[in-house]
């Protein structure tokens, strides 16, 4: 076995033993179609608010330039799909909100793999990353043979489904580099029927930010516009429905990390206890999750929202 085999072995072992579901590989360089694509979807305004995805166009479609002597990008995958659900009255948060923020949880287990890989193969240069800077995510873990990105536009693995998060490592080492894998989206089309703001493209594979229900109750800052009242679907943080009914999703297993089980008390609250939401029980149930992205404000405007009828 070559030392770049070797080295790419011993970080995919250390990477599954640290509880990362799938490992892989791909070359830190520039990203021609990805550029591309990205700037067709910037010239659309597909972006809303978020302004941040029109900042740092080139290191964004370049990871070579985000360390310096990059070679190889590693591309994991966590998964968090969980066991347990809301009561069926309740106003519905996306599921990877469940438990503590993934942002914490993640970059830990990240951490202790750049530890270790320096442990083990000496002076190596790095670092990671979890939903946290300039990276084309989906498109990175494709190159790394993670999976195909399907109409949702969501990176969908053909064992594991959907319904994990996407973190990666970009190192100086030269790593052996995996084959990218082919869309098995095929005819079909549900991810685009059931999205109820029409926020997929008719042909898929692009998604209008601006419309989605995700970027409605977690980015916007303004008041949600009154053309999507009576289509949220009940959704007050995010929204699951393009992987809900993703026919690959029927392969997702329930996560294992102690971390992302559900806040005390978040599971038992039902529609009556949502609306007399305050700001102490938010901060208690709400205290190290995601959802604080939103504030307790945040939270009240989308409730406030789901209950007008016209
Ligand atoms: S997350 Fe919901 S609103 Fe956004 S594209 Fe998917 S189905 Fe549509
Ligand atoms: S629902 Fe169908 S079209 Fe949409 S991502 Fe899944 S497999 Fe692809």
Not at 103 to 114: G, W
Not at 151 to 180: C, H
Not at 252 to 262: D, G, I, R
């Amino acid at each position: 076995m070559t030392k770049k085999e070797q080295d790419t072995r011993f970080i995919k072992e250390t990477a599954y033993a640290l509880g990362f579901q799938m490992v892989g590989v791909s070359k830190a360089e520039f990203m021609e179609d990805e550029a591309r694509k990205l700037e067709q979807w910037l010239n659309l305004n597909y972006h809303g608010e978020m302004g941040y995805m029109a900042n740092h166009f080139d290191k964004r479609v370049n990871p070579s330039l985000l360390v310096p002597g990059a070679k190889s990008v590693i591309s994991l995958i966590y998964n968090y799909f969980p066991e347990e659900k809301q009561h069926p009255d309740a106003p519905k948060l996306a599921k990877y909100a469940y438990g503590k923020d993934y942002h914490y949880v993640i970059k830990y287990k990240l951490k202790e793999l750049m530890k270790m890989i320096q442990g083990e193969l000496g002076e190596v240069s790095g670092r990671v990353f979890v939903d946290s800077a300039p990276l084309l995510e989906r498109d990175l873990a494709k190159r790394a043979g993670l999976g195909w990105i399907g109409k949702n536009t969501m990176l969908i693995n053909p064992k594991k489904g959907s319904f994990f998060f996407l973190a990666e490592v970009v190192v100086d080492l030269d790593l052996e580099v995996d084959a990218p894998m082919k869309d098995f989206c095929g005819t079909c089309t549900r991810c685009i029927d059931a999205c109820p703001t029409e926020a997929i493209a008719p042909e898929g594979y692009y998604m209008d930010g601006s419309k989605c229900i995700s970027y409605l109750t977690i980015e916007l800052k303004e008041n949600i516009p009154p053309s999507f009242k009576g289509k949220m679907e009940n959704w007050m943080f995010g929204c699951d429905i393009c992987q809900d009914v993703c026919p690959w999703n029927r392969f997702s297993s329930p996560h294992t990390e102690p971390e992302f089980k559900p806040a005390d008390g978040l599971l038992d609250m039902k529609h009556a206890d949502w609306e007399e939401l305050t700001e102490e029980v938010f901060q208690k149930v709400f205290k190290k999750s995601a959802v604080k992205r939103t504030k307790f404000s945040g939270i009240k405007r989308n409730l406030e929202f789901l209950k007008k009828k016209d």
